[in-house]
């Protein structure tokens, strides 16, 4: 299982459209795979495919202390929500990049498992805002894109500064 390359805010790739996934097969089983070994290395919650270039509505989370609860949504649709929750969220997408966002408390998902199998998920707190956030990823958002214009143009300074001191 390849640890596969995370793209970096603001790569144009980023705000590609995942397209829905029709065929369950071997290959959105390793798909799946990589995206949680990717998740764990480095460390993350949530990873949604697109982050990795792979325009399919694929997303793994796994909010657990202990990192062995991964849940896979594939085509999540959120279908009830309710409540807000202010938490703060980062991305792997935009590395050392805090914020607080608003973000329904409680939600209601639809999706299917990486067999095909539909199933319901209700989910609050961490988890609710973690799959929303990954969900965006698959509408090509970006979570620093719910910021003000001007935090978003110093979180692009501060990002071109480490990529030009990295290289």
């Known amino acids: 299982m390849p640890v596969l390359d995370i793209l970096r805010y ?8 995942a397209a829905p996934v029709t ?10 795979q990589d995206l949680a070994e990717t998740m764990y290395v480095a460390p993350g919650i949530g990873l949604a495919a697109t982050q ?6 694929v997303i793994v989370v796994d909010v657990s202390e202990r990192r062995d609860s991964l849940i896979t949504l594939v085509n999540p649709e959120i279908v009830e929500s309710s409540g807000l929750s202010d938490m ?20 209601k ?19 609710s805002v973690c799959i929303q956030h990954e969900m965006d990823h698959l509408k090509g958002k970006v979570f620093v894109e719910y910021l003000s214009t001007l935090k978003q ?5 501060r990002l071109a500064k480490h990529l030009r001191k990295s290289a």
Request: hydrophobic share 45%; with cysteine; glycine share 6%.
């Open 10 to 17: 603001p790569d144009a790739r980023l705000h590609k459209i």
């Open 23 to 32: 065929v369950f097969d071997q290959a959105l089983k390793s798909l799946v």
């Open 52 to 57: 990795v270039d792979v325009h399919k509505a």
């Open 88 to 107: 703060e969220e980062g991305c792997l997408s935009v590395p050392g990049i805090y914020d607080t966002l608003e973000r329904a408390e409680r939600i």
């Open 109 to 127: 998902v639809r999706a299917f498992d990486q067999t095909g199998q539909a199933f319901t998920l209700q989910a609050q707190g961490l988890l």
């Open 153 to 157: 143009q110093r979180i692009r300074a």
